[in-house]
């Protein structure tokens, strides 16, 4: 990752808050990431980590009025996002940049047919397109995602979960975007579906050349999909690099060592697992030092006062004082 | 040899529906010693959460028994229920909307033991509360709170601690932890594994997370459409997957280990269908990677070496 060249998405120092009638919740922190052209980066992080959060800042779709970015930029083929007049967005959205949301139960709308829904994206960006031309591009997505074009007249709620995320994302590449967000895209589903939409979003995305940023809680699904890797911990980024150089698990930030401690083995037995002690800080409270020192096992005093800059090594980059002036990994 | 802690033996649960009979459960038969796990694997609509259901009689079986130390607890009269209860305890998947947001966390605790009136004096049941929620990790500030006020993690103890109340032998986890994120799943599996420990508790774990269930499971079974496929001790049912469906289910589990990265994935084809009114021969043939004529025919859960069932015709 040379700093000289431009990614297709850049994030910067983004910061987004909730305002709320009680407090202010930190939902995302000086939060920087790169994303290149055809890579998939996985964006992995618990519950309330703000990996939502930033995929909705990306696309500007962050609740009115209770969101607010407080900082920061996103740069979209070096244009910045944050500035960019709302109907300009709106050509983006969709077309170059869409999303695949949690849950296929929810995000399709139950009183249109599947195959309206589809229809409607193309609509939207191509209007130049004839009738024909579109219903032949709806046939062909629904095939590519392993629906037969004969079920377009059904509604939502005729289909299966995997069903429902294969419509989705048929919605989501039928413009053939050069970005996808996806965030938990298979969550919802069964193991063996799960595997499915893996594949299928695998191989859609060689077909379209388009750039992945797959958010997740699962580390299984990064490590057999992703190319690269950013963990979030509190709205920050605490570590990055590459699958290979992430899953080695040799240098790791204590917080990505402990969700590797957490997981079950499928080959190895261990008597028992090693939770990492406490829970998820308040995001309403701000740090001072490093967001991870209250449940680290190597936190020294410096780390409640002093935040840990990203230290990189051959494009691995973990935000702790322990990598400080450390050569080797 | 003395009886195990819970068996069922040809247990059936079917749903009577619009387009005709739900075979949710088919002839289940399992067996869990004192102090043992058994982990229940399968799908969403596998039939796993029914049977736990069933055998707790939160829903009537169509047929079979359920043993409980050798005593057929389908044949309880109402009155006796609360014998089953003192015994046999549930722990939910959701712990969202498994408790009562009306009632306090020490309120939520007590109500089990007021129920089967364990202790008489009032007294008696808040010092119960206290050694329960110090048992399962709950801080005594937390009593007052309600379950809004809680995380997911805190909330699943407390439904552990309903459970715990009544000192149970047996009890069946209904994915416990999949609501959960992973540093809490890991501390929850630890505290069930302690209290087993402790207290010789048998398990019945029912989850679709392969990698939960070998860390917590002295034996599997695996479920598909309502039927056992296959059910081993868990070392020889990871070592050796017999049926197609156990070897699907395994190949499709993604895990943080870069060297099944690049693995030839033979993903599953199709989706589980409903079992209603199924036709016999095997359930999982239409998905099936070596499924032919002979499939149609019955199969059977045969023992193909000592303790380790399937029911395959293709199989031992």
């Known amino acids: 990752m040379e700093e000289s060249k431009v990614s297709l998405l850049e994030i910067d120092a983004l910061t987004v808050e909730y305002r709320t009638d009680d407090a202010i919740v930190h939902a995302v922190n000086d939060l920087d990431l790169r994303l290149d052209k055809g890579e998939t980066r996985g964006l992995v992080g618990e519950t309330g980590a703000g990996k939502t959060t930033l995929a909705l800042s990306v696309l500007r779709l962050l609740p009115e009025r209770v969101g607010h970015i407080a900082g920061g930029s996103i740069r979209y083929e070096g244009r910045e996002l944050l500035q960019m007049p709302e109907a300009e967005m709106l050509a983006l959205r969709g077309k170059r940049i869409s999303m695949i949301f949690q849950d296929p139960m929810t995000s399709l709308n139950p009183t249109h047919t599947v195959g309206d829904q589809i229809l409607e994206v193309l609509n939207l960006h191509f209007p130049e397109m004839t009738k024909q031309q579109k219903e032949a591009k709806v046939d062909e997505m629904m095939t590519l995602v392993g629906i037969p074009p004969s079920r377009k007249t059904d509604f939502p709620h005729q289909f299966s979960g995997g069903m429902k995320q294969r419509i989705v994302i048929a919605m989501a590449l039928v413009a053939e975007p050069e970005l996808l967000l996806a965030d938990e895209p298979t969550t919802a589903l069964d193991v063996t579906i799960q595997a499915q939409i893996l594949e299928l979003i695998r191989n859609l995305k060689n077909q379209f050349h388009t750039a992945v940023l797959l958010i997740t809680h699962d580390l299984g699904v990064v490590a057999e999909f992703c190319d690269t890797v950013s963990v979030v911990y509190a709205g920050r980024v605490v570590e990055y690099g590459t699958v290979e150089a992430v899953f080695e698990k040799k240098n790791n930030h204590p917080y990505t060592a402990g969700l590797f401690g957490c997981i079950p083995d499928l080959k190895d037995d261990q008597p028992r697992l090693h939770p990492i002690a406490g829970r998820m800080s308040d995001p309403r409270v701000v740090h001072e030092g490093c967001c991870f020192c209250d449940r680290c096992d190597h936190a020294m005093e410096r780390c409640k006062t002093v935040a840990p800059a990203m230290h990189v090594h051959k494009g691995h980059g973990i935000a702790c004082h322990l990598f400080e002036n450390r050569e080797d990994f | 040899m003395s009886a195990p802690m819970v068996e069922t033996i040809n247990l059936k649960k ?212 309502g039927q056992t496929v296959e059910y081993a001790k868990t070392a020889e049912l990871f070592a050796h997957p017999l049926h197609p469906y156990t070897q699907a289910l395994l190949e499709a589990v993604p895990t943080p280990d870069l060297s099944r990265r690049n693995r030839e994935r033979n993903t599953l084809k199709g989706e589980v269908s409903n079992p209603i009114n199924p036709a016999p021969g095997c359930r999982f043939k239409p998905r099936c990677r070596f499924a032919d004529k002979e499939c149609d025919g019955e199969c059977p859960l045969k023992e193909v070496s000592p303790g380790h069932l399937v029911a395959c015709c293709k199989c031992g």
Request: charged content about 25%; glycine content about 6%; proline content about 4%.
């Open chain 2, 14 to 225: 079917y749903f009577k529906t619009g387009s005709g009979m739900l075979h949710a459960v088919e002839d289940v038969n399992l067996k869990i010693e004192k102090g043992k796990t058994l982990g229940v694997v399968g799908e969403s609509g596998c039939g796993k959460s029914t049977l736990g259901r069933t055998i707790l009689r939160l829903q009537p079986a169509t047929d079979g028994q359920v043993l409980y130390e050798g005593e057929d607890v389908l044949k309880y009269k109402k009155k006796d229920m609360k014998k089953l209860h003192l015994n046999m305890q549930m722990v939910f998947q959701d712990p969202f909307s498994s408790l009562d947001p009306r009632m306090s966390i020490h309120n939520l605790i007590a109500e089990p033991i007021e129920v089967c009136d364990i202790f008489k004096t009032k007294k008696e049941i808040n010092e119960h509360v206290v050694r329960i929620m110090e048992m399962c990790g709950l801080p005594a500030n937390l009593a007052n709170l309600y379950p809004h006020e809680l995380d997911g993690g805190f909330r699943q103890r407390v439904g552990l601690a309903r459970a715990m109340a009544v000192s149970p032998k047996f009890i069946v986890c209904d994915e416990p932890v999949s609501a959960l994120d992973v540093s809490i799943q890991a501390q929850i599996l630890n505290l069930l594994m302690d209290l087993q420990d402790e207290r010789q508790l048998s398990y019945m774990f029912i989850t679709h997370d392969l990698c939960v269930v070998k860390h917590i499971s002295n034996e599997i079974m695996v479920m598909y459409m």
